[in-house]
């Protein structure tokens, strides 16, 4: 089994945050994604202090996947530099690490 990751991303509103987590789940690449509650960012930017309203997602797949999981994100997502975070998940549920694994198998090229 392909060791299970969870990537974060932060998206400027819940209409991407929706189209990248539908394209995620839809191509195989997460087994889910959860769309959490709009939070209130603050960071610096070009030397600039901004604070932004965004809407995190918690994506999970599998290390095997984290290559095309970015560039999916990076393809879809309109910030110049989007915060793409991969996290190791360390323990689980293992029927549901299991899941993930399963879902996001790449499809068997013949």
């Keep these: 089994m392909s060791e299970p990751l969870l990537v974060l991303t932060n998206c400027p509103d819940d209409g991407i ?8 789940v839809e191509s195989g690449l997460a087994a889910c994604v959860n769309r959490l509650a709009p939070v ?13 309203t965004e809407t995190p997602l918690l994506i999970k797949t599998t290390r095997g996947r984290y290559a095309e999981v970015e560039q999916a994100i990076r393809a879809l997502h309109p ?6 975070i991969a996290l190791a998940i360390d ?5 549901y690490l299991q899941w993930i694994g399963d879902e996001t198998e790449p499809p068997l090229v013949a």
Excluded: T
């Design 17 to 24: 945050a929706d189209r990248i987590a539908r394209s995620l």
């Design 40 to 52: 209130a960012s603050v960071y610096r930017w070009q030397g600039v202090v901004e604070r932004d």
């Design 79 to 84: 910030y110049e530099v989007p915060e793409i």
């Design 91 to 95: 323990g689980g549920f293992a029927p």
